[in-house]
């Protein structure tokens, strides 16, 4: 769930279709990607596992630490840097 303001931000980058001449094929895919491209962030798994041996990072386990604990790393993976210049980060263990 976000509020209203967030929803028309995240996936507002529709709108640009509508400004700039492009393919209608491209803007569902960005809205397609934009929708679909939460889901990582919010599945609670750091490695999705195909097989024994092998699998694929999701990049989202700080997103999934952020919805665990609430007030913890506000910047995701991208802003790590920031979040311990505040004392909001969190990478997972215990001792965190």
Do not use: C
């Not at 397609?32 to 041996?53: L, Q, R, W, Y």
């Amino acid at each position: 769930s976000m509020h209203p303001i967030e929803h028309l931000l995240y996936f507002g980058v529709v709108f640009w279709h509508f400004v700039l001449p492009s393919n209608p094929v491209i803007a569902l895919y960005q809205l397609h990607f934009a929708g679909f491209g939460a889901v990582p962030g919010h599945i609670g798994f750091d490695t999705v596992e195909t097989s024994d041996e092998q699998g694929f990072d999701t990049h989202a386990y700080m997103h999934y630490l952020h919805h665990k604990y609430f007030e913890v790393n506000y910047g995701g993976e991208g802003l790590v840097p920031v979040d311990r210049m505040f004392g909001t980060y969190h990478d997972g263990s215990k001792e965190s």
